[in-house]
């Protein structure tokens, strides 16, 4: 069972020098800083988005404060319909 396999990646030259002083300061090898990061952003791939609920909101008047009960707002629902 192969664990690790080798590949060959192309880097700016600024990007390398950046990660190798990063690799460095905290004390990790290249390769580990490497793998770090494309962990991170793998696992933020799979992560979920929340769900976020559109906005459906329309212009128009709400109903008056006297109709803000249960009665008045089921006939005004209905009202026109027959019922």
């Known amino acids: 069972m192969v ?3 080798k590949t060959t990646i192309e ?5 390398i020098k950046a990660a190798r002083r990063r690799a460095r300061a905290r004390g ?4 580990a800083l490497v793998e770090e990061g494309l ?12 769900f ?3 906005r459906a909101t329309f212009k128009g008047t709400g109903p008056t404060e006297d ?3 249960w009665p008045a707002i089921r006939d005004m629902t209905y009202r026109g319909r027959g019922s």
Do not use: F, G, I, W
């Open 52 to 54: 976020q609920l559109r």
């Open 28 to 31: 990790l090898t290249l390769r």
């Open 3 to 5: 664990t690790h396999m």
């Open 39 to 50: 962990r991170l952003v793998l696992s933020e791939e799979k992560a979920p988005r929340p």
């Open 11 to 15: 880097l700016s030259d600024a990007l």
């Open 67 to 69: 109709a803000l009960n």
